[in-house]
């Protein structure tokens, strides 16, 4: 006999982020969904991020709460500050269940401990995982996984690694592949963000553009921008625009490339990095980790070309050649020559960049959003109102 069905009426989402990127904007569509769907809605995060995730989350307000991953900590601080504070946020607003979104792994331990010792049911979405599994102290790994969630991830080889870091059965992560809007094409918008975005940077109208957009870390290849910057403006007379901060933004700002009207120009994080897309000529995705990035997306959904590494679209496996143009490592030499037969070869990127349009438009967000909604109904409580598509 079955017990009775739970109403998700209050959801809890415990943020563990140290920062604002990918994770925390398809987090924040998700919320926004379920806000408008009836839920109850309060999101936790630290302090230092409340301001800038605010934006993102309106209506649903962000509180402060020590959850947050925070890298200076080893794992077993991390993981004892997060179960306090989930525990008292736990007792506090008595959810009925929480989302729990994961930018890595590990960076939940401490959460998973506080829903494991309350019985409450979880939504764990894991959006980056390592190649090579971390080895976490069983310790610290036994009261996690007595948590009752259920588990996502953004592409297949994350679900694998997921697996593998927590030694869950293989397929006990299920694949929800992300999701973007997709906007009516408007000639004249285009055309006018071209010439506006040029005109800021100080460049001609028909001036070659190609950005980054992204974190600027390690993973995301962020430290090779310089010399591609330079190589690009050597070859086609580019310039590079990179959208994002991070750890190496004071290296960057530093770089000869970054000087005023050089080939690099570091614009820091922007809200209007879909008027960037509108307006560049390509996107690169230099990265050597991804999930499954939204930029890509957003560029498909905005006609703008893209050329990424094999690892920044490994979460499109064999299609991703069909999408963009791929290069086999972060080859600077490799990179370049396939920003440039993007210029050159003008019917081949048209085909490219109408077949990433359509896999964006078919596989948008409200089909993300759907199967999200069948997870929770399914897999967590039993009965979540149903969606306004």
Known sequence: MTGPVRRLRRLLVLLPSAGIGGAEMHTAT???????????????????????LAPLFAPVAVEAAAVGWREAEGLAANAGRQSA???ALLARLRP???????????????????????????????????????????????????APLTWVAVSAPVARRVEAVFGLARGRVTVVPNGVAVPPEDPARRLAERRARRTALGLGP???????AGRLEDKKGAELLPALADHLRTVLGATLVALGEGPLMPRLAGHPAARSEGPLRLRGAVPDVADWLLAA?????????????????????RRCPVVATEAALECLGSLAKCFAWMSKSQSILDLTLHISVIF??????????????????????????????VQLRGGLIGDVPVRDS
């Open 206 to 212: 028909d001036a070659p553009l190609v950005l980054f």
């Open 85 to 87: 504070a989930a525990t």
């Open 96 to 146: 009925d269940a929480v989302l729990l979104p994961l930018p890595w792994p590990s960076h939940g331990l401490g959460l998973q401990a506080a829903l494991a010792a309350a019985r409450t049911p979880g939504l764990a979405i894991v959006h980056l995982a390592p190649i090579e599994p971390e080895v976490l102290p069983s310790a610290l790994v036994q009261p996690a996984l007595a």
């Open 344 to 373: 050159k070869d003008i019917e081949a990127a048209g085909s490219r960049v109408e077949a990433a349009h359509a896999y964006a438009e078919q596989y948008g967000v409200d089909w993300m959003l759907d199967r999200y909604f």
């Open 281 to 301: 000529d390509a996107l690169v995705l230099p990265s050597r980790l991804e999930g499954f990035p939204l930029v890509f997306l957003e560029a498909a959904a």
């Open 30 to 52: 998700l919320v926004r969904a379920l806000a408008a769907a009836g839920v109850d809605i309060t999101v936790a995060a630290e302090a230092g991020l409340r301001e800038g």
